[in-house]
């Protein structure tokens, strides 16, 4: 539970984000002209973005809070630092925003590393990522967001390392990639697609390394190139004009070409 000094920290945080001092006085002068309402797009449990962070630290016994300026004046990033002795560290809320005073990232450190919950945000207040830490290693199920709001890519992570299924679309939904990581390098088949949905790219991956078949098409879907590789090597190539025909071979033609 966060403690009391931590949680005076916050909302002193979060009243300069929404243009009052902690006793209510306007500080439309410390954030510059422009609104301020990205930072409560609700988090996964109903509270702000910037309450989340404050909850995935440890609350400090002490802290610090450090207000970084742009030359106008108006405020640029605020974050948490714990002091001991000599060594000061990141720790607690941390904040960045542009010059008109929207929130431009909102995340949080724990003894100098992110921690938890990271959210980035497009100009117009939308989600751009959601990516988690933990002691700074990635972890978790990490998104990416259009400006409308479509998610644009999602990706897992397991001690730093991607792991699972990946997958990224354009704009409008169309799949654009899918595929799948193993310790951090792409493993099995990973298909590619044009904006249309027509297949661009088929590719096979041990590790990260071509094995197998890896084939390219026009965006008419007409086959243009085949590669076959074993382990990394490349063994056999066939390329193809848009009309179909085979017009390159190595190291030799194919018997159903």
């Not at 002795?85 to 724990?110: C, F, M, N, P, W």
Request: glycine share 12%; aromatic share 12%; net charge neutral.
């Amino acid at each position: 539970m966060l403690c009391a000094r931590f949680l005076v920290v916050v909302g002193f945080i979060g009243a300069l984000l929404s243009g009052c001092g902690p006793t209510g006085a306007p500080t439309s002068n410390v954030l510059g002209a422009g609104g301020h309402t990205n930072s409560q797009i609700p988090a996964s449990d109903g509270s702000s973005p910037l309450h989340e962070a404050a909850k995935s630290v440890e609350a400090p016994k002490s802290a610090d809070v450090v207000v970084a300026r742009f030359p106008d004046g108006t405020v640029s990033e605020i974050w948490q630092i714990r002091k001991d002795g000599e060594k000061v560290r990141r720790h607690g809320v941390y904040l960045s925003l542009d010059s008109s005073g929207k929130t431009l990232q909102i995340g949080a450190y724990q003894e100098g590393q992110k921690n938890g919950v990271w959210r980035s945000f497009h100009p117009n207040g939308e989600t751009w990522w959601y990516r988690k830490y933990h002691s700074g290693a990635k972890v978790g199920t990490w998104r990416e967001y259009f400006e409308t709001g479509a998610v644009a890519q999602i990706q897992s992570y397991l001690d730093d390392k991607a792991e699972g299924p990946f997958e990224a679309r354009y704009e409008d939904g169309t799949l654009r990639q899918r595929g799948s990581y193993a310790k951090g390098e792409k493993q099995g088949e990973w298909r590619t697609y044009f904006d249309n949905g027509a297949l661009e790219t088929v590719e096979h991956f041990v590790l990260g390394i071509w094995d197998g078949d890896q084939i390219d098409y026009f965006r008419s879907g007409v086959r243009m190139r085949q590669r076959v590789f074993n382990g990394g090597t490349k063994i056999r190539e066939y390329q193809w004009n848009s009309s179909g025909e085979l017009v390159m071979w190595w190291p030799d033609r194919p018997k159903d070409g």
